[in-house]
């Protein structure tokens, strides 16, 4: 946490990044969803909130949201759907990386709908998406499924906006303006 530059992103509330980091929200078994666009640090505040439970003890797993996705369908193969999804409510919190990078099978959606479907309210999940909420139907394909996941996420959550440039851009071209003027 003590290395992102919350500067250079006006719009995210440090204070309540800080408070989340205390987090309350997992006794309540609350959602957090970072939304924006690319290259503005959602998965460093992800990865920066799941040490922090980590370090007050919490039992802590990431996923990007694809290899989850391929996770589940081979759980489902194999038969052991259940005990997977058994072993995901054994954490505390379940950080999901990278939500809209890649569309999923029919049978991908509804799986990953299942999985946060058994967490709602038992066990917080964190969720990282480059994509605005009307958007998430062209990922899962379903309309009617995705209504209900993103009714099932955003109900008691913290829901923190990621605006502005990408960090890896601004560096892009400050090293380019660095080199031309040297």
Avoid at 16 to 36: D, K, M, P, T
Avoid at 49 to 64: E, I, N, P, S, W
Avoid at 93 to 102: Q, T
Avoid at 152 to 168: A, C, K, M, P, V
């Amino acid at each position: 946490m003590a290395d992102f530059d919350f500067a250079a992103i006006p719009s995210l509330k440090r204070q309540l990044v800080l408070e989340l980091a205390q987090g309350h929200y997992r006794n309540r078994a609350e959602s957090i969803l970072l939304v924006g666009n690319p290259g503005l640090g959602k998965s460093h505040i992800a990865i920066a909130l799941g040490l922090a439970a980590c370090r007050q003890d919490q039992r802590v797993r990431f996923y990007t949201v694809t290899h989850l996705v391929n996770a589940l369908q081979e759980a489902q193969a194999n038969h052991q759907l259940p005990a997977f999804v058994e072993k995901a409510l054994r954490h505390h919190l379940i950080i999901l990386d990278e939500f809209g990078y890649v569309p999923f099978s029919p049978t991908g959606a509804q799986l990953l709908f299942q999985f946060c479907s058994a967490l709602h309210e038992r066990t917080s999940l964190l969720l990282t998406t480059n994509l605005p909420f009307s958007q998430w139907v062209q990922v899962l394909g379903d309309e009617r499924l995705t209504t209900a996941l993103l009714d099932r996420l955003t109900f008691q959550s913290h829901i923190l906006e990621f605006r502005g440039d990408s960090y890896r851009l601004r560096q892009s071209i400050s090293q380019r303006d660095r080199e031309q003027e040297g």
